[in-house]
Structure formats: structure tokens, C-alpha cells
């Protein structure tokens, strides 16, 4: 252990950083106008290891200052892991998720959020939903987490749009958490204004979204994966064609394992539909599968003469008993029974 301390004394010492043996951990940022990944990075560094939980934030763009903390993120021109030093905008640095670990796929350079994700992102999980490290629940999750929350704010962060063409847009998204983070900055017309209470307000809003999101991904996401796998494989007994699959005991977040499922499972014929139990309503559900995640587009929408009809009027034109309605888009329809939402699908993959 005294050897690597040394060594680790020696690699901060070649970098001009003083190694502080202090109580109290110390975080460094820039000072300034802030934004969302150096931010959410201070943030979640304070999950990654107890001794972390109570760090002091140092915001400065003094590397005198900066040299004694004992992290550094978004500032000082250096990445270097080996003495916790994670900025990303110095020339010389392009890394992605990808560049770092050829495992993972995705290719957006990293800011300071990714930096800290990348390297403390299994001990965070870890230690938020108390789970062993090394599971494969924290494996799943960290590549989850990485895909859904923090590449959009690495992108954001590095001035990337999200699809090509950016002249069409119909509107601008504001709301998002670097927007709103944006937002959160002292007035540029407000004399002498409270950075820190600021940054500080800003910290508490990042990081109980970004708890919450651990939360549900870890306790609501994930638990959902073995049912749609059950569903996946149970499907034939629901269809001979195999195009529809059942949870009898209501719905549960299930587009995107579906479609990691149906990969990994070498599902032949893409599932079209999946009914469930509507426990609230007393009913039935008949949902349209996506042709991917986060599309609105269908593999296959309900009837088109269907859509925008209610109870009998509905039931008359599919010639199905008990419907209660077809969504104006197709997209989603309802039925008091198990059978007439089965019916509701096998009638759209079988037009007469």
C-alpha cells in the first residue's frame, strides 16, 4: 500500500498536483458561468466512494488552487485518471466511451460528466441501489444509464445535434436538464450574485434527477426484463404466428427489452403487438410494437378504419364484442376482455 501511495505521489508530482492526505475530500471545477456535465460530474463523484460523500467543491480556474484538490473536473487542460484529473477540452483530447473501452459502442466525445461516468460509473450504481460491483444487474445498468442519461449531455456539452439534418427542426426542446441547469446560472445583470448559492441550487437539482433515474432504471427498468423475456419465450402460446406476446398481469416498462430481447433471443418474425392486463380499468390492452425504441412509427398500427371509434361504434365496425377504443393514430386500442384485445390484434395481422 505505501508503494502505491508513493507511486501515485510521484505520477500527481510529474503534473505540478500536490496530493493533500487531508479528512475532507476535495473537488475542483471552473468557476464561472457552469454547465450541466461538470456539474452532474461533482455530483456524482460525491456516490462513488464514501470518503467522497462529503466533498468540498472548489471552483476555480487557479491552478494553484486547483492543484491541491484531489479531483479535478472540466478544468486544467489534463486527463489523467491515475490523479483524478478528467478534462476533455484540451486539443489533444477526442476520447469517446468507444475509444476508451472498445466494448461499448458509442462514439460521442466525452465531457467531464462522461470522464467520471466512465471511470467511477460502476461504483456509483453500486453504491446507490446497494448492489455488488461487479453484478451483472450494475453491468446492465451502466450501459443503460450511459446510453439514456449521460451521452446527452456529453453531446450537448460538445456542441453535437442529435441527427444530421438541423435546419427542419418544428421546434426546440428547452426542458431538458442541460437547459434547465442553463437556467440556473446568476443573472448577467444582477450585481455581486451568489455563484455558489447557484452552483449549489443547481447541484441539487442535477443530482436528485440523476437518482432518480438510477432509482428507476435499478428498481422499476430493470426487474421488468425477465418478464418480457418470459412473455418472448411463452409467445407461441399465446399465437401459432408468434407476432404477439401477454402480460397477464398488466404492463411494465417493456418496449426496450423487447427489442434487446428479440437480438439476443434470434427472434425470427418481429413481434407486432403485445396485450396486457389494464388492472385500473377492469380491461384489456392491445399496444402496436415500434419499429425501434423511440419511434412513433409502427410495425404494424391497428386498423386504419378503426382509429378515433369508442365502444359500439367500434365494436360494430371491427366486429369484435366489448371494444372500448382505438387511439387516433392506432397505436393503441382497449377491450373489457383478454379475448377481444387478442382479437383486436389477430384481426389487424389477418384483414379479412
Excluded at 437518482?211 to 399465446?238: C, E, H, M
Aim: a negative charge.
Amino acid at each position: 500500500m505505501l508503494n502505491l501511495l508513493r507511486s501515485f505521489s510521484r505520477s500527481a508530482s510529474n503534473l505540478g498536483i500536490t496530493v493533500r492526505m487531508g479528512p475532507k475530500v476535495k473537488i475542483g471545477t471552473h468557476n464561472g458561468t457552469f454547465h450541466c456535465d461538470e456539474v452532474l460530474a461533482c455530483s456524482m463523484l460525491k456516490h462513488a466512494k464514501p470518503e467522497y460523500s462529503n466533498a468540498e467543491i472548489v471552483r476555480s480556474r487557479n491552478m494553484d488552487i486547483l492543484k491541491d484538490c484531489d479531483i479535478v473536473v472540466d478544468v486544467g487542460g489534463v486527463y489523467e485518471p491515475s490523479c483524478h484529473r478528467y478534462d476533455h477540452h484540451q486539443k489533444s483530447f477526442n476520447h469517446t466511451m468507444n475509444t476508451l473501452n472498445n466494448e461499448y459502442p458509442w462514439t460521442i466525445k466525452l465531457s467531464s460528466a462522461g470522464l467520471v461516468f466512465f471511470h467511477f460509473g460502476h461504483e456509483i450504481i453500486a453504491n446507490i441501489l446497494k448492489l455488488p460491483v461487479d453484478s451483472e444487474e450494475v453491468k446492465i445498468l451502466y450501459k443503460k444509464i450511459y446510453e439514456n442519461f449521460i451521452q446527452e449531455i456529453d453531446a450537448l456539452d460538445n456542441g453535437i445535434e442529435p441527427c444530421e439534418e438541423v435546419s427542419n427542426h418544428k421546434y426546440q426542446i428547452h426542458t431538458n436538464l442541460g437547459a434547465r441547469v442553463k437556467f440556473l446560472n446568476p443573472p448577467w445583470n444582477e450585481i455581486n450574485p451568489d455563484e455558489t448559492k447557484c452552483f449549489e441550487k443547481a447541484s441539487q437539482l442535477v443530482e436528485q434527477e440523476f437518482l432518480d433515474r438510477v432509482t428507476f432504471y435499478g428498481k422499476i427498468w430493470l426487474p421488468a426484463r425477465d418478464i418480457v423475456k418470459s412473455a418472448i419465450q411463452n409467445r407461441f402460446s399465446v399465437h401459432s404466428s408468434g407476432e404477439i406476446i401477454e402480460f397477464a398481469t398488466g404492463g411494465c416498462p417493456w418496449k426496450e427489452h423487447l427489442f434487446e430481447l428479440e437480438e439476443s433471443l434470434k427472434v425470427e418474425k418481429p413481434i407486432k403487438f403485445v396485450i396486457y392486463a389494464d388492472a385500473i380499468n377492469k380491461a384489456w390492452r392491445v399496444q402496436c410494437v415500434s419499429v425501434s425504441p423511440f419511434s412513433f412509427e409502427n410495425r404494424l398500427s391497428l386498423c386504419k378504419e378503426w382509429c378515433g371509434l369508442r365502444d359500439e361504434e367500434l365494436s360494430k365496425q371491427s366486429g369484435i364484442d366489448d371494444c372500448v377504443f382505438v387511439h387516433m393514430s392506432g397505436f393503441i386500442g382497449g377491450n373489457k376482455t383478454r379475448e377481444g384485445a387478442l382479437q383486436m390484434a389477430l384481426k389487424t395481422l389477418n384483414p379479412e
